[in-house]
T-cell receptor, first 116, second 113 residues
């Protein structure tokens, strides 16, 4: 069945350094890849997403890259700050206007800790 | 705009009982999805409703069911509760256009004793 593998499960980086989280998906029909950040005790919030028609997307310190051939995508956080500490989830799904949407599959999450 | 709301926020039930959780999406959003979040299994997709129809379903037993009303509000029902059903149940709404950004509610924390 469809699967999304996420690595690493935990990540600790020095404040100011970069963090990279990687995900691999199995369903080649997937065309939408969101990333969610969940702080302790709070709801997941979308931080960035990418569609299969682009290879990279940036939003200030956050970027996501997508390699459709290899079926993997990555989250890059530069100049990390204490408030970046959270659990990050990747996901993959097939979405389209009025389409019969496929189920969204989440990665198992990465707990990111920023060391002061 | 008001965000996604879920009621109740906390619930304690015993094995064998049933429970109904409610989700009110952001105004104008037609799609509502439900997820189960547990420490061991992460975030797992339960089902998605769009225009009162279940559009997709995850790999959960038939004890888990849902529905959506004409105002897009959605309910999720779990019958014959088991200890393993203890989890945070999250709903998320989206417009269901090509934007497809999902906005999560605060969740309902269900504890089964």
């Amino acid at each position: 069945g469809e699967n999304v593998e996420q690595h690493p499960s935990t990540l600790s980086v020095q404040e100011g350094d970069s963090a990279v989280i990687k995900c691999t998906y199995s369903d080649s029909a997937s065309n939408y890849f969101p990333w969610y950040k969940q702080e302790l005790g709070k709801r997941p919030q979308l931080i960035i997403d990418i569609r299969s028609n682009v290879g990279e997307k940036k939003d200030q310190r956050i970027a996501v890259t997508l390699n459709k051939t290899a079926k993997h995508f990555s989250l890059h956080i530069t100049e990390t700050q204490p408030e970046d500490s959270a659990v990050y989830f990747c996901a993959a799904t097939q979405r389209g206007y009025y389409s019969s949407a496929s189920k969204i599959i989440f990665g198992s999450g990465t707990r990111l800790s920023i060391r002061p | 705009k008001a965000g996604v709301t879920q009621t109740p926020r906390y619930l304690i039930k015993t094995r064998g009982q049933q429970v109904t959780l409610s989700c009110s999406p952001i105004s104008g959003h037609r799609s509502v999805s439900w997820y189960q979040q547990t420490p061991g299994q992460g975030l797992q997709f339960l089902f998605e409703y769009f225009s009162e129809t279940q559009r997709n379903k995850g790999n959960f037993p038939g004890r888990f069911s849902g529905r959506q009303f004409s105002n897009s509000r959605s309910e999720m029902n779990v019958s014959t509760l088991e200890l393993g059903d203890s989890a945070l149940y999250l709903c998320a709404s989206s417009l269901d256009t090509q934007t497809d950004t999902q906005y999560f509610g605060p969740g309902t924390r269900l504890t089964v004793l």
